[in-house]
């Protein structure tokens, strides 16, 4: 019995002498060989040169036969979007008497979607039921299946499993209902999912590395089936959400992250890595928790968790190349601001938490000002909450009006205020202050709440980034709405039990006036005979694209000006239909659009600051980023 348990493998038809990839999954045992490569290099015959090494296997050495490319973003490896004409040859080809094995390989298996043809050629006559069926009738019974449940979770868990079998019909799902799914796959739901995932774990959607592996993390990724990684995203699972530390369970971000960047930013599958660093958790409630699945121990903290994440870094700098893009997601502030100060000029990274979420919310920004007017430096800003999410969104906004006024950046900084849970950030609380919080303390007499913050500062902006639900008190907004026509009132926190308040709450209280948007999703409300529609300041707005955007220049490393230039893009998607709603950010249904806006807008940013490596630079980075999108529709099979 010969089985491959790692990397690709390639199956030859000896019907039709097809070479066809199968991505590996679990380990494969073969029942036998049947095409062996013969002397002088030639397969069966049949001219194929078969002189590859165990390192190819691995990914460790370049193939003989270099697959196609896919304009740019994708070298293909494993013909997702294109044609199997050119394949890895591997050392072993077999063909398997039975395509039991295609139909349990998500990233090939069509279901009833084989054709008579299909059926014949690749073994599969038998396995299936007669009927062969559209991808477009597969998804119609999909969607009805899920509207059947009543419990968001129930939903997740089956997406989740559809993902596992039939990975193009789950990204052609979520793109065609994106506004319906997004809230299950991700915020959310996935939040729950997190909380539950010991429970819920049925599959390993991506890379668990603990302090077990210590010294043995290049050899943890090689055990990674995809040699061709551009992008990783990648937590510790110690601030998930607004739902505080949940250890390794905090898998369920990296892997609904990566989704969208598959379903909303056109990135293949097989190029995404969803990685948690296990180095314990400070729970005790899954400490004590029989399904558990990580490590039981409280967490690592100082030179031993330095070490672990630099040898990760190092790792993947080695296995995947310097243009990888390693996204940080739901760090602890403390961790989360020294690592991407750390590695930012050595590596491609990214910190959705304070980059991504400021960019969206910068976007915002300047939809709004076409409702009430200005400029961003005649507008001031409170903010509650002076974590990661919010330091960064205050940063972004006092880059822009540096960048507009000419004014210095510390002279922009103090038309932004903080609040934190000890109250106003003041000059006289600076020797106590954490270092990311010290450039928001201003003059000013301390005030203990938000509520005296807001009526001693008169923003015209107010930002929630606590992570504490129901913070903007009736009192609070009634506030704003006193010394603004249109107050901005945008509460960011997650999940929805998190929000500092609620859509219905804001356009009540501010008796219509509010131009409000939310973190996660709230329904329309009606509010004095009109129907207000609630904004998501939802960071796949910018993430997928911006990444699309970083892959399709080969960028090198990430500048606070393609944040900006990320930011302007979606801006100009937003409509004056859309403003007529109230609505500050567009519709999620143009969602691959928007991103394909956005990675042109990234794309041209990198190259004029000479960080892309993929030369020349294209002539239209529109239609170049959307030529580069991911297609989930099936393939026909030979």
């Not at 409280?298 to 190092?314: D, K, P, S």
């Not at 239909?577 to 807008?601: C, Q, T, V």
């Amino acid at each position: 019995m010969l089985s491959l348990n790692r990397s690709s493998f390639l199956r030859c038809d000896e019907k039709q002498g097809l070479l066809v990839s199968q991505r590996r999954r679990m380990p494969l045992a073969l029942a036998g060989v049947r095409c062996a490569a013969r002397g002088g290099g030639e397969l069966n015959g049949r001219g194929i040169a078969v002189d590859n090494t165990v390192k190819e296997l691995r990914g460790e050495a370049e193939p003989v036969l270099e697959p196609k490319s896919t304009g740019g973003v994708v070298e293909d490896a494993h013909a997702e979007d294109g044609d199997v004409d050119e394949q890895f040859i591997m050392p072993w080809t077999v063909s398997v008497a039975s395509g039991y094995s295609l139909l349990r390989n998500p990233q090939h298996n069509k279901g009833l979607a084989f054709n008579e043809k299909e059926r014949d050629a690749h073994y599969l006559r038998g396995l299936l039921p007669p009927a062969c069926v559209t991808q477009e009738l597969q998804e119609k019974k999909i969607m009805h299946n899920l509207r059947q449940y009543q419990v968001p979770l129930q939903r997740y868990v089956s997406m989740m499993d559809l993902q596992e079998r039939n990975e193009k019909l789950f990204y052609k799902l979520l793109i065609d209902h994106v506004e319906e799914l997004l809230p299950i796959v991700y915020t959310p739901t996935v939040g729950e999912a997190c909380q539950k995932y010991g429970s819920i774990f049925r599959h390993p959607q991506g890379l668990y590395i603990s302090l077990n592996e210590r010294g043995k993390i290049l050899e943890v990724l090689r055990n990674w089936p995809e040699r061709n990684i551009q992008v990783i995203v990648v937590t510790d699972g110690e601030r998930i959400l607004g739902l505080g530390d949940l250890g390794c369970q905090g898998m369920g971000i990296p892997v609904g992250k990566l989704a969208l960047y598959t379903a909303l930013g056109g990135l293949r599958p097989s190029a995404c890595l969803p990685v948690t660093i296990d180095v314990g958790t400070n729970n005790e409630q899954l400490l004590k928790d029989e399904f558990y699945i990580g490590l039981r121990r409280r967490r690592a903290t100082g030179q031993e968790y330095a070490e672990l994440m630099h040898e990760f870094m190092t790792a993947v700098k080695q296995r995947y190349g310097e243009k990888v893009l390693i996204q940080f997601e739901d760090f602890a502030n403390h961790n989360a601001f020294e690592l991407l100060a750390k590695y930012r000029k050595t590596h491609l990274v990214f910190n959705d938490d304070i980059q991504g979420t400021a960019s969206v919310v910068l976007a915002g920004l300047f939809a709004a000002l076409n409702i009430v007017g200005g400029t961003l430096a005649e507008h001031s800003f409170l903010f509650l909450g002076a974590g990661e999410a919010g330091t960064g969104i205050a940063e972004l906004i006092a880059r822009e009006m540096s960048k507009q006024t000419k004014a210095p950046l510390e002279e922009t900084r103090k038309k932004i205020w903080m609040v934190d849970s000890k109250g106003l950030i003041v000059s006289s609380r600076k020797e106590s202050l954490q270092h990311f919080k010290k450039p928001w303390a201003h003059d000013h007499e301390p005030v203990s709440n938000l509520l005296d913050a807001v009526k001693a500062i008169k923003p015209t902006v107010l930002i929630g980034s606590s992570g504490v639900g129901r913070t903007f008190t009736k009192e609070v907004v009634e506030a704003m709405a006193t010394f603004n026509e249109k107050p901005i009132i945008l509460a960011l926190s997650n999940p929805t039990t998190q929000s500092e308040c609620s859509a219905e709450e804001a356009y009540t209280w501010s008796k219509g006036r509010a131009i409000f948007a939310s973190g996660s999703p709230f329904d329309p409300v009606e509010y004095d005979g009109k129907i207000f529609v609630p904004g998501q300041a939802n960071n796949a707005y910018v993430f997928p694209g911006f990444g699309l955007g970083l892959v399709i220049s080969g960028a090198t490393r990430v500048h606070d000006d393609m944040l900006l230039a990320a930011s302007e893009a979606l801006a100009q998607q937003v409509t004056q239909e859309n403003l007529d709603k109230g609505l500050i950010y567009p519709p999620f249904s143009n969602i691959r659009k928007i991103s394909a806006h956005i990675a042109a807008n990234v794309a041209a940013k990198a190259y004029e600051l000479g960080l892309a490596s993929r030369l020349p630079c294209p002539k239209d980075l529109v239609k170049y980023a959307e030529s580069c999108m991911y297609n989930p529709g099936y393939r026909s099979y030979r």
